[in-house]
């Protein structure tokens, strides 16, 4: 099997355990040399370093950096590390995130705070860090890690929701304006069965009286080749997608496509939106299959 990144340099955040570890370790796999991150030091299971040293143990090449990368001391930390130990920076995975499951009337300042600065301006405040050094080289590849929970909802993950939907535009802003400079950036929305989402189901039943039972075949092994892949030469030209995969499903979503269109001379009155929309947009506009919580990741 071909190491298709071979001699490149990729800085994976949130990458100790689940999704996060496995893209760093397919990263290595492939021949890049990987900076490992998590918050929380020291070599325990689930860390930077246990990642990182894991990597190492295939023959790889990694260097775990502690950090919270939600801040922008600590994005500059991760990036300076990453330029520091390997000279550069080719690969950004945007991964790091968090997730609460409440009800929107229990959902808090701080809570909703929370969701935005984990889940969202973690990813700004690190790309923002890696883009010098990537359009310097004029060349660079940022995956930023989403949730499909930003398409359709579930229950109990407003902030969660509203983050990874801003995530969605971050990237297609990223993909515009990089594109003159060689860089990419896409989304990637992965389901997995890892003990956080597992925690969310068994909080999502409490409010809708629903258990989805995890399965064995959607494992976060299952989304690094992905990530691997956008990270490739050969995806040069593939950037501003959003892409859900789950186990063996890859989802391609045209965001932003139009559906369907009304148009007339002049404003519309409500009249005439009464008989139009459903006559032309469909009678039923609802959400389908409201009761049944999509899984989140």
């Not at 994005?75 to 390997?86: G, I, N, S, T």
């Not at 009800?103 to 701080?110: N, W």
């Amino acid at each position: 099997m071909s190491q298709r990144l071979t001699g490149r340099i990729a800085v994976v955040t949130g990458s100790g355990q689940n999704i996060g570890r496995a893209i760093a370790v397919e990263l290595a796999r492939q021949g890049a040399k990987v900076v490992t991150n998590s918050r929380t030091p020291g070599n325990a299971a689930g860390t930077a370093t246990d990642a990182a040293n894991e990597i190492k143990a295939l023959g790889g090449e990694a260097t775990a950096v502690f950090a919270d990368v939600s801040t922008t001391e600590g994005a500059k930390r991760v990036v300076a590390a990453c330029l520091e130990a390997y000279g550069g920076i080719d690969i950004l995975v945007n991964n790091a995130g968090w997730g609460q499951v409440q009800g929107m009337p229990e959902v808090t300042d701080e809570s909703w705070e929370t969701d935005m600065t984990v889940n969202l301006r973690s990813q700004f405040v690190c790309a923002r860090a890696a883009l010098p050094a990537m359009m310097a080289k004029k060349r660079g590849r940022i995956v930023n890690v989403g949730s499909r929970v930003a398409l359709n909802g579930t229950f109990g993950m407003a902030g969660y929701a509203a983050a990874k939907a801003g995530v969605i535009g971050f990237t297609m802003v990223l993909a515009r304006e990089m594109a003159p400079h060689g860089i990419t950036a896409n989304c990637v929305m992965p389901t997995a069965t890892t003990p956080k989402v597992e925690a969310h189901r068994r909080s999502r039943a409490v409010l809708t009286g629903v258990y989805q039972a995890p399965s064995n075949k959607h494992m976060p092994e299952h989304i690094a080749p992905l990530v691997a892949y956008l990270a490739t030469d050969e995806a040069a030209k593939v950037t501003g997608q959003l892409f859900h995969i789950t186990g063996g499903d890859i989802t391609h979503f045209s965001f932003g496509e139009v559906k369907r269109m009304l148009t007339k001379d002049g404003k519309w009155s409500v009249d005439e939106l009464v008989a139009a929309i459903p006559a032309h947009l469909g009678p039923d506009l609802g959400l389908k299959a409201a009761t049944v919580p999509p899984a989140a990741t």
